[in-house]
């Protein structure tokens, strides 16, 4: 290890030592995205997962070293996932070259500088860096936006371009829409397409960063008139044929980072 460790203050825009404490119970991995993340980590046997949470898509099978900056999200962390560092992505403690790949899932959005935060990605890996975002050219291209436009519009400040993303991960990058199940496992916002009621749970709404972030009383706004038009029947009458949809071609992208030289090896 040749970096310091971070001083003590939330490591992005959301606090998630005060607002964290049942995220594992509503950001639970899916298996059918965790697959798609799973694959694209290819042979890589030395993993670091960046932004780790409570252990979400990480995988199970290969040596993992998992950094999470919040206190409440490495206690939430299962007996078998190893001990998450408290660590944050644009300083992460490894020398150059230390594992065979990175990961980073529905993160790059809380980081102070999500540019820095990649670049030390591909700086401690040899080989893929993985990552689970969302394309802000995309996000809310359903009935969110009738509801809280102000949620999409925040969210979509915080999210790079992946254009952009890709230009600073270097080398080829491949990118993948990713379907969000109608049954999806997790808990962030797109989840929910095919299941409004879900959303007027306080629970399910304060696991998603961006709702602690809107100017105070637009969340209670937003969900007062969903439950009022779910009451009605005119969230059925407009939007009703989500209902029916088993996927939600929305704005869930994987982006996969391979350096351009050398090709990349597994550890032996």
């Known amino acids: 290890m040749t970096r310091s460790l971070r001083t003590r203050r939330p490591a992005g825009d959301a606090d998630y030592d005060r607002s964290g404490g049942g995220y594992s119970r509503t950001r639970r991995a899916d298996d059918r995205i965790a697959r798609q993340v799973t694959s694209a980590l290819g042979r890589a046997r030395t ?27 490495r206690s939430q962390r299962p007996p078998r996932l190893p001990p998450a560092l408290d660590a944050v992505a644009e300083q992460l403690p490894f020398d150059d070259g230390s594992f065979d790949a990175a990961m980073a899932t529905v993160t790059v959005h809380q980081w102070r500088d999500w540019r820095q935060g990649v670049r030390e990605l591909r700086r401690v890996s040899r080989g893929a860096v993985v990552m689970l975002t969302f394309d802000p050219a995309t996000f809310g291209d359903w009935w969110l936006a009738h509801y809280v436009p102000e949620l999409v519009d925040l969210t979509c400040s915080r999210l790079p371009a992946i254009d952009d993303l890709c230009d600073v991960l270097g080398g080829a990058s491949d990118v ?67 209902r029916t949809r088993p996927v939600l071609r929305g704005s869930l992208r994987l982006v996969v980072g391979r350096p351009s030289a050398p090709e990349w090896t597994t550890s032996r």
């Open 47 to 73: 993993v670091i997962n960046v932004g780790a949470g409570a252990g979400s898509y990480e995988p199970t099978d290969r040596y993992v070293s998992a950094v999470e900056p919040s206190a409440s999200m």
């Open 176 to 242: 993948t829409v990713i379907p969000t199940p109608a049954d999806c496992a997790d808990g962030f916002i797109e989840c929910f397409h095919a299941r409004p009621e879900m959303l007027l749970r306080s629970q399910i709404w304060q696991s998603q960063s961006g709702w602690a972030l809107l100017p105070l009383g637009v969340e209670r706004r937003a969900i007062r008139q969903l439950a009022h038009d779910l009451r009605s029947g005119s969230w059925d009458r407009r939007f009703g044929s989500f």
